[in-house]
């Protein structure tokens, strides 16, 4: 199977600090990586999407200057919070998939619990 | 824009209960439709993946049904345990490799 992993799993950090995670695909190449955002007890909310080697794609209301993706090889995509508030609490997720495995599975990492206190 | 639903938003169950959480979407022109199972505080479990030509896939106890005209899909649990309790969420990819989720049906399966 394919497998993501995310580090790190859960992350304490204090209010205007930044915070960076990384999404890892340990056994395929990921030639697109998505990041999500889930608050308690809702679903998950779709943040960027980004491809190996060129600037991710944020959905609306999402800023980029705040959430700063890089995915700089087929393999490892990151997510920085910048000046991170305690709003910014939540689970993060990434997916990663290959398009040229032709079914554009998601294949969904454990996730990141980020507190900002 | 593509907007998916789950019905129940809550279930509990008696252990041994066969039960059908539902999902339906807005727009029918989809790809695919995958149910994926979430435990409090853990990431996505991929479940069953239908293709849009598909009308269902099966693994083990569960049976996953794709009605793309009329923009619904079900996910049946045979003979409920209480292992199977966790958060059910469908998703429904539209284009490239997007995914539109619900919000998900909260499953208690009680021993």
């Known amino acids: 199977g394919a497998v993501v992993s995310q580090h790190p799993s859960w992350v304490i950090c204090k209010s205007g600090t930044s915070v960076k995670i990384e999404c890892r695909s340990l056994?395929?190449?990921?030639?697109?990586m998505f990041w999500y955002r889930q608050f308690p007890k809702q679903s998950l909310m779709l943040m960027a999407t980004?491809?190996?080697?060129?600037?991710?794609?944020?959905e609306q209301g999402v800023e980029k200057d705040k959430f700063l993706i890089n995915h700089a090889s087929l393999t490892l995509s990151t997510l920085t919070v910048t000046s991170a508030h305690p709003e910014d609490s939540s689970f993060y997720i990434c997916?990663?998939?290959?398009?040229?495995?032709?079914?554009?599975?998601?294949?969904f990492g454990p996730g990141t619990r980020l507190t900002v206190l | 824009k593509q907007e998916v639903t789950q019905i129940p938003a809550a279930l509990s169950v008696p252990e041994g209960e066969n039960l059908v959480l539902n999902c339906s979407f807005t727009?029918?022109?989809?790809?695919?439709l995958q149910w994926f199972r979430q435990d409090p505080g853990k990431g996505l479990t991929s479940l069953l993946l239908?293709?849009?030509?598909?009308r269902e896939q099966t693994s083990g106890r569960l049976n996953a049904s794709l009605d793309k005209s009329s923009g619904r899909s079900t996910l049946y649990i045979a003979a409920s345990q209480p292992g199977d309790s966790a958060t059910y969420l469908c998703?429904?990819?539209?284009?490239?490799?997007?995914?539109?989720f619900g919000e998900g049906t909260q499953l208690t399966v009680n021993p």
């Open positions: 997916s990663a998939s290959n398009r040229d495995r032709g079914s554009y599975e998601q294949f």
């Open positions: 056994d395929f190449q990921a030639t697109t």
């Open positions: 980004s491809n190996e080697g060129s600037k991710a794609t944020y």
């Open positions: 727009d029918s022109a989809i790809y695919n």
């Open positions: 239908i293709q849009s030509s598909q």
């Open positions: 998703a429904v990819r539209a284009s490239g490799s997007r995914l539109t």
